[in-house]
């Protein structure tokens, strides 16, 4: 009798350390994600992420990640980055360990939702509309008269929400750049808020004339990260950025492994405004 009370007892403390065990799991405890595991999201915004039909993106910040991953001693497989869309990407990031995206703005309201490797570039922000409309903005609060396309869970989307009160209803939420462009061009909205380098390259492989939709207004540029579930863990995050760091270092002829990387894509600051 006493025998099997200890091993009923035995099995009831098991079944209670498995229930404990599955509840961390499926309520996501963040138990640290290891390098090989990262799963990266890239979204259409040339010339940082570059689309092609026939093989992984390509891009400034597809061949920084590269050379990152070398630097920090880890393997680079560009069949570990998917393209999706940019809305799920940075859900999926911010809620599922073991995934990261390409390029995220950072400001305050995101800083404790990710962890970063940056800055990897500075990326301008405009507002576009076509030229024929004659609309001029003066102060960003004027925004507010108009339909404005913007892809959801984007950087441009918190900033606005967060100047302009109320400026959510003149929002017109969407999925991809190139539904802003078919929006815009449409005249489904009046206006739409993005890179000044993306917009211009999507519009030309759209078939639209980028001089007929010139920017309107512009925006304080944004700093561009690597960005990584709270769940990666923190000595892989720390090799990155220092990775990163030592490619940003001035060599004998002064100038950088990052910088010459640069300049393949962005023939100059000044081209990028």
């Known amino acids: 009798m006493c025998y099997f009370t200890s091993m009923e007892k035995y099995g009831v403390k098991i079944k209670q350390k498995l229930f404990v065990f599955l509840c961390v799991v499926l309520l996501g405890f963040p138990f640290p994600v ?18 092609r039909p026939d093989g992984p993106p390509t891009g400034f910040a597809v061949d920084l990640l590269r050379d990152v991953l070398q630097a920090a001693g880890e393997s680079f497989y560009p069949d570990n980055i998917e393209v999706t869309n940019w809305a799920r990407a940075v859900t999926e990031v911010e809620t599922l360990p073991g995934k990261a995206l390409l390029c995220l703005a950072l400001f305050p309201e995101r800083r ?11 990326m301008a922000m405009g507002v576009f509309a076509p030229k024929m409309r004659g609309i001029s903005i003066v102060d960003g609060a004027e925004l507010k008269k108009y339909r404005i396309g913007m892809v959801r869970n984007t950087a441009p989307v918190k ?16 999925s991809s750049i190139v539904t802003q462009l078919r929006m815009l061009e449409e005249g489904r909205v009046d206006l739409v808020v993005q890179a000044p380098l993306a917009i211009r390259q999507l519009m030309r492989e759209q078939g639209m004339a ?23 863990d923190d000595d892989y995050i720390a090799r990155l950025q220092a990775g990163l760091d030592r ?10 492994r990052y910088e010459r990387l640069r300049a393949l894509y962005f023939p100059s ?3 990028e405004n």
């Open 34 to 51: 290891q390098a090989h595991g990262i799963h990266f999201y890239a979204g259409n915004l040339p010339p940082f992420i570059i689309l």
């Open 112 to 122: 404790d939702k990710f962890k970063w490797v940056g800055p990897i570039d500075v």
């Open 159 to 174: 900033i606005l929400l967060g100047k302009y009160p109320g400026i959510d209803k003149s929002m017109v939420l969407l």
């Open 210 to 232: 980028s001089d007929e939709y010139p920017m309107v207004y512009a925006f304080e540029s944004m700093s561009l990260y690597f960005g990584f579930n709270k769940a990666t």
């Open 247 to 256: 490619l940003k270092v001035r060599d004998a002829n002064g100038t950088s």
């Open 269 to 271: 600051r000044d081209s």
